[in-house]
């Protein structure tokens, strides 16, 4: 395939993460160095930045800027949710056409992939030449073919560390308390929480994940079962746990333009869990329930260094194998390579259908019962979170 020559554009989409900003910089690096790529924009808000032409030239900014900004959790550009109809791809494409965009790289999740996957089905069909490779990224680490994604060892990393915090407070002043973490469809995030386990007697004491059948009646057993034997529970929970029937336990009427209903956002799914508690075990129990929200995925300071630098990477690999001329479109997946030891990791294509639309769950392997995770995930997720605090404790020495 020749050589094709022209600009590239950058776009953020979807949720952010703590290290979004690494694959930007990645990708405009490599960009500035490949003799393909005359210029390098960005796109602000993603592709509602194309369709208003808001764009920016990123060829300007300093390496010290770029260097700060990678450093930044959530999205330097701005992001979007937003599925974009057949007209409004048709005017993207002469937008590109316009500014002479020969690459065209966007950063995000499935929903991303899709969008890239179907701009390129209507290229292909108009006969324009232009490279179309998404970027992955997503704290819920559910996209396909990949062995994890760029953003959730350190979405992770946050998640262990609330949990190993929130168990100390637990065990100073018992009593129930409730984690809400999200994952939708995937368990992947919620359990991480695993990590903060040391001791034999440390929550979280149960973990709920969307790929078990959730039941009100059982989860309150199961409360009421360690609440008696430690005297104190701590519960994580997934936002999208769900009945036998696929419906999630609470969700609101609000969606966004891919069909993604709002879940957790408001915190009314750890207050009813709560509210339950305490009707089902008794009225006087103290039982609390926070929502993590946002803060999992844009928590400035707690930032795996293993996940920054496959972001950086993955970022770099996008453009190396646009300009080859290899491959006309497609994603970067991560492969796993050593053992738990010897963590390597490699880079390589597939093509965007492989990562569109479709999540992955989180491997049955690592699902204990209907409400544990198996000590076999430890293996693979230690080397994505790296390091963590290691709390101690008092020896209780007696007053003889």
């Known amino acids: 395939m020749s050589t094709l020559r022209g600009n590239a554009l950058i776009g953020q989409s979807g949720g952010p993460t703590t290290v979004i900003n690494q694959s930007l910089v990645g990708i405009v690096e490599e960009a500035l160095g490949a003799e393909a790529i005359q210029g390098v924009y960005g796109a602000v808000h993603g592709i509602q930045g194309v369709l208003t032409e808001n764009l920016i030239d990123l060829g300007k900014e300093s390496k010290e800027t770029l260097e700060s900004v990678a450093r930044t959790p959530c999205a330097a550009l701005r992001s979007i949710r937003k599925k974009p109809t057949r007209e409004e791809c048709q005017r993207m494409l002469g937008i590109f056409q316009k500014h002479d965009i020969r690459y065209f790289f ?7 992939a899709e969008t890239a996957h179907i701009l390129n089905e209507l290229a292909v069909e108009e006969k324009f030449d232009v490279r179309l490779f998404h970027v992955p990224k997503t704290i819920d680490n559910d996209l396909r073919v990949t062995d994890h994604c760029p953003g959730y060892g350190s979405a992770a990393k946050f998640v262990a560390q609330a949990l190993m915090g929130d168990n100390q407070d637990n065990r100073s002043l018992p009593g129930i308390k409730i984690d809400i973490i999200m994952g939708r469809h995937a368990g992947w995030l919620t359990a991480a929480s695993l990590l903060a386990r040391k001791y034999e007697d440390d929550g979280p004491h149960l973990i709920y994940v969307p790929e078990r059948d959730f039941s009100l009646e059982e989860f309150v057993g199961d409360v009421d079962r360690v609440y008696k034997q430690h005297g104190r529970c ?4 997934s936002e999208g746990i769900h009945g036998a029937d696929g419906k999630p336990i609470l969700q609101s009427k609000e969606t966004d333009s891919h069909g993604n209903v709002q879940l957790s956002g408001s915190g009314a799914l750890g207050d009813m869990l709560a509210a339950e508690i305490k009707a089902q075990l008794g009225s006087g129990l103290r039982v609390r329930a926070d929502t993590l929200g946002y803060m999992q995925r844009s928590f400035a300071g707690v930032v795996s260094e293993v996940d920054a630098a496959e972001a950086r990477e993955v970022g770099r690999t996008a453009v190396r194998v646009a300009v080859s001329g290899d491959r006309p479109h497609g994603s970067i ?3 796993r390579e050593g053992g738990a030891g010897d963590y390597r990791a490699s880079f390589v294509p597939t093509e965007l259908k492989n990562v569109a639309r479709e999540t992955r769950d989180l491997d049955e392997a690592y699902i204990s019962g209907t409400n544990d995770v198996s000590p076999a995930f430890l293996d693979y997720v230690r080397p994505l979170v790296g ?3 290691d ?8 007053i003889g």
Do not use: C, E, K
């Open 387 to 389: 390091s963590m605090p």
């Open 391 to 398: 709390p101690g404790r008092l020896s209780d020495f007696p």
């Open 106 to 112: 966007y950063i995000g999740g499935n929903d991303s």
């Open 333 to 335: 997946v991560i492969q």
């Open 234 to 237: 701590l519960i994580a929970a």
